[in-house]
């Protein structure tokens, strides 16, 4: 399998024109290293294939929300797609225009409804009749009209993992479609709302595009049906969730994308939202690790290397596949490996039986495509630090996010001395 942007020169692995060794002996690891080429290369692609609607791009902020990361892709184009107060926070921080900002999610709080009134944020996604209501009580409140697109959920199976599907009525998200016209005739009623567009997103590492070309067609016949009763919305944003190659089964490019769902979203007049997070940054990083020790039990053999659950949580919470590569690839020996780390949780892995160049304490591994839901999914669990983030632009690599101290992962805690009196 062939990764954009890491190859090995003189059986080295770079991340473009950096030695991905050279960052871990300057850095020490582990550490999340992305390419910024990548990111650019994705957005670009991703722009180019539907340059023929009218379209805003979006970046899912969950994905990755690195500062930089968000920066650079406001500074591509984008506008951004927050799921809750701390990434509008990061949204605001790197100085993007308010009128670039969606709100999603489907448990908002009155506090961060009220800060994005009070930033005059772009557009609310609505996902109950509660929150509809909430939504105009808020904006009255604050003397505003919020815009609003209501978040509808079609009922279709976007065949991915159980935890990330999102489109069926079983999952939580959204308004059902059957109580759907229902919503928009509450909300269009609402004085402080102003009812602009329709919302689905129907669910994450989608690589079937039937399931979208399904989903829009609901979506596109509700937008008629609600014309009919003189409801007339002017954005529909059809989600994010065009999924990667993680594994060696080919996926859709972001132009096969296109091609499937351009003729159904050329039936309406709507301009075209996308939250794509996923596809823009998953191939762009690596999580660089050192090989501690190896060990065999009986016939199996262990690679216990210095990252952990902790620090990418997908193989564990996921069952996800990564490629996993050696920084030298100077070995035709091939062993067969479980790559785990040093937490105490059996879940605590990379890779299960997987066949590897041979390895020896203090050589380097690259877990791959990690660049979406990767760090930022990472947690303290353990008392483990969370790792550095790099940036590698063309030969130069600058430090993103700094290694965290012990000092730090204390930080929140007091000791409460009455408790120890007695
Ligand atoms: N829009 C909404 C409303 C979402 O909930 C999501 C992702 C996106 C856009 C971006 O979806 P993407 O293009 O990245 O598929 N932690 C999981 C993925 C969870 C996705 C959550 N929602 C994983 O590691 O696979």
Do not use: W
């Amino acid at each position: 399998m062939q990764f954009e942007n890491y190859n090995y020169k003189n059986k080295n692995l770079f991340c473009e024109e950096v030695n991905l060794r050279e960052i871990a002996l300057k850095v020490g690891t582990p550490f999340y290293v992305y390419s910024k080429k990548s990111l650019k290369n994705r957005y670009k692609e991703f722009s180019k294939s539907f340059k023929s609607i009218d379209h805003k791009i979006f970046y899912a902020v969950k994905a990755n929300s690195n500062l930089n990361i968000i920066k650079l892709f406001y500074e591509f184009g984008a506008g951004l797609d927050v799921n809750s107060g701390g990434e509008l926070y990061r949204a605001l921080k790197i100085g993007a225009n308010p009128k670039n900002i969606l709100f999603t999610g489907v448990g908002k709080t009155e506090d961060e409804i009220l800060t994005g009134l009070r930033h005059d944020i772009f557009l609310f996604k609505a996902e109950s009749f509660q929150e509809i209501e909430l939504m105009n009580k808020l904006a009255k409140q604050e003397s505003k009209k919020a815009r609003i697109a209501i978040r509808v959920n079609p009922n279709v199976d976007p065949k991915t993992h159980p935890y990330i599907t999102t489109g069926l009525y079983e999952s939580k998200f959204g308004i059902d479609q059957a109580s759907a016209i229902e919503a928009f005739k509450l909300a269009s009623k609402l004085s402080n709302l102003e009812v602009i567009g329709i919302d689905m997103h129907i669910g994450s590492q989608i690589t079937d595009i039937s399931a979208f070309q399904e989903a829009i067609e609901i979506i596109v016949q509700l937008i008629g049906e609600l014309n009919n009763i003189g409801i007339n919305l002017t954005h529909l944003d059809i989600g994010g969730g065009l999924g990667v190659q993680y594994n060696s089964q080919s996926t859709p490019s972001a132009s096969d994308f296109a091609n499937a769902i351009l003729p159904l979203l050329n039936k309406t007049n709507c301009k075209i939202f996308f939250e794509p997070g996923r596809y823009l940054t998953a191939d762009s990083g690596a999580l660089v690790s050192k090989v501690l020790f190896t060990k065999n039990h009986r016939d199996k053999k262990f690679l216990i290397v210095d990252a952990a659950v902790n620090d990418l949580l997908r193989p564990a919470f996921y069952k996800a596949y990564h490629h996993i590569l050696p920084l030298k690839d100077e070995t035709s020996k091939k062993i067969t490996y479980d790559i785990v780390g040093p937490v105490c949780e059996t879940g605590d892995f990379f890779a299960l039986d997987r066949e590897m160049n041979e390895l020896h304490p203090n050589d380097f591994i690259a877990v791959m495509s990690v660049g979406a839901y990767g760090y930022c999914m990472s947690s303290n669990y353990n008392s483990r630090r969370r790792v550095p983030e790099i940036i590698v632009d063309k030969d130069k690599f600058y430090i993103a996010t700094i290694r965290e101290s012990f000092e730090d992962l204390i930080k929140n805690e007091k000791i409460i001395d009455e408790l120890f009196v007695n």
